[in-house]
């Protein structure tokens, strides 16, 4: 089992910055990915930005250039540094962990992005 952490939601203006954070803990082997999701009322949950332990990264098409995702593995932690943020970004952010079969989801964090 492994167990994820997410902190860093809230509101915020557009055109402004947020930082998510999630932590993981429990059975974490290496190699393995971890990445942010982000889901709105009605809608799929869908990839914002994925890291590999060896710290190759994919991003949706919507936040490239404006999102950046990191990791730490000694710290077994992901990152999503959220900039130039709109209010389409609007949605309940989730933190994922999966290596081969196995996938694990944190429970969500909301960002607000509103005048």
């Known amino acids: 089992q492994v167990q994820l952490v997410e902190s860093g939601g809230g509101l915020v203006q557009p055109g402004g910055s947020l930082r998510l954070s999630c932590a993981a803990s429990?059975?974490?082997?290496?190699?393995?990915?971890m990445g942010w999701y982000r889901q709105t009322p009605g809608k799929q949950r869908e990839l914002v930005a994925g890291?590999?332990?060896?710290?190759?990264?994919n991003y949706a098409d919507s936040v490239q250039g404006r999102f950046t995702i990191s990791r730490n593995n000694a710290k077994n932690t992901v990152s999503l540094q959220m900039n130039s943020l709109k209010p389409e970004d609007t949605a309940v952010y989730y933190c994922?962990?999966?290596?081969?079969?196995?996938?694990?989801w944190g429970q969500g964090t909301q960002v607000t992005v509103s005048s």
């Open positions: 994922k962990y999966w290596k081969m079969a196995n996938m694990y």
């Open positions: 429990g059975s974490i082997f290496s190699p393995n990915n």
């Open positions: 890291i590999t332990s060896g710290g190759l990264t």
